[in-house]
Every structure is written in structure tokens, then in C-alpha cells.
């Protein structure tokens, strides 16, 4: 007769082997969802089961919002002091805000001086033209025009760099003169997917890709086919096609684009980011895509390059340590001597 001890033993035993099969062969989970920062994003995680998908889904899609609310300029938030409540405030009080919003801000701020100013979220009333400007152009076409330059120009002299105020002890910005404000569209999405995937690691994640709008985040490498590392098409800017193919693990890469949120006027093209010196649409390139360890510093280079002469935005790319590939109008390509190493079809 086996003994009700024995009996347990042999059930503990079970158990531990299917729990032990269950997380050494985790199945691909993934969904998206929209509603933050105007742009659709995608989580794939290797999970356990549809239940723990579900939970880090949820996790992950909270943060987004998070971050989302902090870093809008657009909407106010009940209780929250945000970047609209900073830009509200310009000239008139300094506004306490999250941690975050430091961090972030004193981020962008630093990458104004290491890239010559290429990346400027003091550029705010710049763009608020250019994007009222685009969005009439959208939605009625046969109306569409670009800004008069007196304008853009007026709305630059509002303030600069050297007027943004951080005060890190009281936790709070101040935009010293009225009419000034800060946007972050080149630095926040990178910021918040970043932080989605450290904290899916913190949670015990080990396989993981986030897309936002385009930018991809990994954590660990794919586990498919034994564990490869994930496989990331470069998008080609003119034919909608796939230029390269990339090897991340817990890498991301970050593109900026011209066809990205374009209008037209006349027959011509105008995109989004803007020139901070020409404070025109910037069109040396059709697109740069930046590989990096840090999603926010690559969302940032990305910008940066996007607007730099190929040579400048060369010595640049090799100060940070990042991979960079520029795709011509021509549809010709150039890239960095660290992009050869991810690269599946342009490393000869």
C-alpha cells in the first residue's frame, strides 16, 4: 500500500516538472492597443499563459498612459501637472511636476548642447504653427499652405534654451517668458517604451518587443528558433517596403521619417520635423534609423541625425556608440561602420 506522504511527494514532484515545463516553454503572446501618443502600440511577450500575457499587457499599456498624460501638451489631467500645465504657466510661475518630467526635460536639455542644438524642445511655439498649419492641410487639401516666415521666425525669439528653468531640489520648470513652450514629440515615446520594457524585466520578463509607431524596443532575444535574436525590418521610406533586416537583443531601433504625419502644399511635401535653424520641414534625408541600448537616447539621435549633414550626423552616431543607417530620396543608402554588425542584407 504507498503512503499518503509518498502520495504527495510524487504530486509535489509533478507539479514542480509542469510548472518547470511551463515557464522553460513560454508561448508568443501579442496585442496592441491606441491612445497614447498618437500612435498605435504593439507588446509581444513570451509568456506562460494567456492570463500572465494579460496581466504584463495591461502593466505595460498603463504605463504608456502614464507617461502619456505627464509628457501632453495638448490636454489637462485632473491632478496632474503635465507639460501643458508648464507651457500654460510660461512666464507667469514656476510648475511643480512628476519626477519624471524632470527627468526627462534635464535628458532633452543635455541632448540640446550634445547635439549643436539639432534637438530643441524649446522649439514648442515653432511647431505649434507648423502643426496647426498641417493638420488644416490634412483635412482640407485645397487650402493647404505652409507658415509665413515672419511668423515662425516671431514665435522663435519667444525664448530659447537658456530659458528653460529647472530646479531639481523643488522639482519644478519654469519657461521664462509668456508665449514659450516645451514639446517633446522627439524624446517622450522613446522615454515611456523604455520604461515599459526595464520594468517587464523587473517583473521577471525575458522575452519581450515593444513597438511604438514604428520604434522597437526588445528585451532578451526572441524565442523562436531556439532563442535567436529578434529579427526587426527597417522600413524603405519611398516604396513602403523592407530595405534591411536587423539582429536586436535588448537593443532598440528608433526611425525617423519624412513620410511620417507629411502634408502637402502645391505639389510639394512638407514633414514634421522641423529645422531648428531654418525652422523649415528638415529634407536632407527620407529617413534615418538609429540602433541603441537606450530607446530615449535613440528616439533623440534619431532627430537629431534627421536634421544634421550625413558627416556631422556620422560623428555623432559614433560619439554615442549607436548604428545608423540614412536612406537617400534617391533610395541610395549610407550607414555607419557599428550598423555592419546588425545588418542582414548591407554589411558587405
Given at each position: 500500500?504507498?503512503?499518503?506522504?509518498?502520495?504527495?511527494?510524487?504530486?509535489?514532484?509533478?507539479?514542480?516538472?509542469?510548472?518547470?515545463?511551463?515557464?522553460?516553454?513560454?508561448?508568443?503572446?501579442?496585442?496592441?492597443?491606441?491612445?497614447?501618443?498618437?500612435?498605435?502600440?504593439?507588446?509581444?511577450?513570451?509568456?506562460?499563459?494567456?492570463?500572465?500575457?494579460?496581466?504584463?499587457?495591461?502593466?505595460?499599456?498603463?504605463?504608456?498612459?502614464?507617461?502619456?498624460?505627464?509628457?501632453?501638451?495638448?490636454?489637462?489631467?485632473?491632478?496632474?501637472?503635465?507639460?501643458?500645465?508648464?507651457?500654460?504657466?510660461?512666464?507667469?510661475?514656476?510648475?511643480?511636476?512628476?519626477?519624471?518630467?524632470?527627468?526627462?526635460?534635464?535628458?532633452?536639455?543635455?541632448?540640446?548642447?550634445?547635439?549643436?542644438?539639432?534637438?530643441?524642445?524649446?522649439?514648442?511655439?515653432?511647431?505649434?504653427?507648423?502643426?496647426?498649419?498641417?493638420?488644416?492641410?490634412?483635412?482640407?487639401?485645397?487650402q493647404a499652405t505652409i507658415p509665413?516666415?515672419?511668423?515662425?521666425?516671431?514665435?522663435?525669439?519667444?525664448?530659447?534654451?537658456?530659458?528653460?528653468?529647472?530646479?531639481?531640489?523643488?522639482?519644478?520648470?519654469?519657461?521664462?517668458?509668456?508665449?514659450?513652450?516645451?514639446?517633446?514629440?522627439?524624446?517622450?515615446?522613446?522615454?515611456?517604451?523604455?520604461?515599459?520594457?526595464?520594468?517587464?524585466?523587473?517583473?521577471?520578463?525575458?522575452?519581450?518587443?515593444?513597438?511604438?509607431?514604428?520604434?522597437?524596443?526588445?528585451?532578451?532575444?526572441?524565442?523562436?528558433?531556439?532563442?535567436?535574436?529578434?529579427?526587426?525590418?527597417?522600413?524603405?521610406?519611398?516604396?513602403?517596403?523592407?530595405?534591411?533586416?536587423?539582429?536586436?537583443q535588448g537593443l532598440s531601433a528608433l526611425t525617423s521619417?519624412?513620410?511620417?504625419?507629411?502634408?502637402?502644399?502645391?505639389?510639394?511635401?512638407?514633414?514634421?520635423?522641423?529645422?531648428?535653424?531654418?525652422?523649415?520641414?528638415?529634407?536632407?534625408?527620407?529617413?534615418?534609423?538609429?540602433?541603441?541600448?537606450?530607446?530615449?537616447?535613440?528616439?533623440?539621435?534619431?532627430?537629431?541625425?534627421?536634421?544634421?549633414?550625413?558627416?556631422?550626423?556620422?560623428?555623432?552616431?559614433?560619439?554615442?556608440?549607436?548604428?545608423?543607417?540614412?536612406?537617400?530620396?534617391?533610395?541610395?543608402?549610407?550607414?555607419?561602420?557599428?550598423?555592419?554588425?546588425?545588418?542582414?542584407?548591407?554589411?558587405?
Open positions: 500500500m504507498v503512503s499518503v506522504k509518498l502520495v504527495a511527494l510524487v504530486y509535489i514532484i509533478a507539479l514542480l516538472m509542469l510548472t518547470s515545463c511551463s515557464v522553460s516553454n513560454p508561448v508568443r503572446y501579442q496585442a496592441g492597443f491606441i491612445g497614447t501618443f498618437d500612435t498605435y502600440i504593439q507588446v509581444v511577450i513570451y509568456a506562460s499563459s494567456q492570463q500572465e500575457f494579460g496581466e504584463h499587457f495591461a502593466y505595460v499599456r498603463d504605463i504608456f498612459k502614464h507617461y502619456h498624460a505627464l509628457f501632453d501638451i495638448y490636454n489637462n489631467y485632473e491632478d496632474i501637472n503635465n507639460l501643458k500645465t508648464v507651457n500654460d504657466n510660461a512666464g507667469i510661475a514656476p510648475v511643480a511636476v512628476d519626477p519624471a518630467v524632470i527627468e526627462l526635460i534635464l535628458l532633452s536639455r543635455q541632448m540640446y548642447y550634445d547635439t549643436g542644438g539639432a534637438l530643441d524642445i524649446t522649439l514648442g511655439s515653432v511647431l505649434s504653427i507648423w502643426h496647426d498649419y498641417r493638420m488644416l492641410g490634412i483635412a482640407n487639401p485645397e509665413p516666415y515672419p511668423s515662425l521666425r516671431a514665435a522663435r525669439a519667444i525664448g530659447s534654451i537658456d530659458d528653460l528653468i529647472v530646479d531639481e531640489q523643488s522639482g519644478t520648470i519654469f519657461l521664462a517668458h509668456q508665449g514659450m513652450l516645451l514639446d517633446v514629440g522627439a524624446t517622450a515615446k522613446g522615454f515611456a517604451a523604455e520604461r515599459a520594457a526595464q520594468r517587464l524585466q523587473a517583473r521577471g520578463v525575458i522575452s519581450a518587443l515593444i513597438e511604438a509607431g514604428g520604434d522597437v524596443v526588445t528585451v532578451g532575444r526572441s524565442m523562436t528558433d531556439g532563442g535567436r535574436p529578434w529579427n526587426i525590418g527597417v522600413r524603405h521610406p519611398l516604396t513602403g517596403g523592407i530595405i534591411d533586416a536587423v539582429q536586436l521619417g519624412g513620410y511620417h504625419r507629411a502634408y502637402t502644399v502645391n505639389g510639394l511635401e512638407y514633414n514634421h520635423i522641423i529645422d531648428p535653424v531654418t525652422l523649415m520641414p528638415a529634407e536632407r534625408f527620407a529617413s534615418i534609423t538609429i540602433i541603441h541600448e537606450s530607446a530615449m537616447v535613440g528616439e533623440m539621435l534619431s532627430t537629431a541625425l534627421f536634421v544634421l549633414p550625413l558627416a556631422d550626423g556620422l560623428t555623432l552616431a559614433q560619439r554615442f556608440g549607436a548604428a545608423a543607417i540614412w536612406v537617400m530620396h534617391d533610395g541610395t543608402v549610407e550607414f555607419n561602420e557599428m550598423y555592419r554588425e546588425f545588418s542582414s542584407n548591407l554589411s558587405d
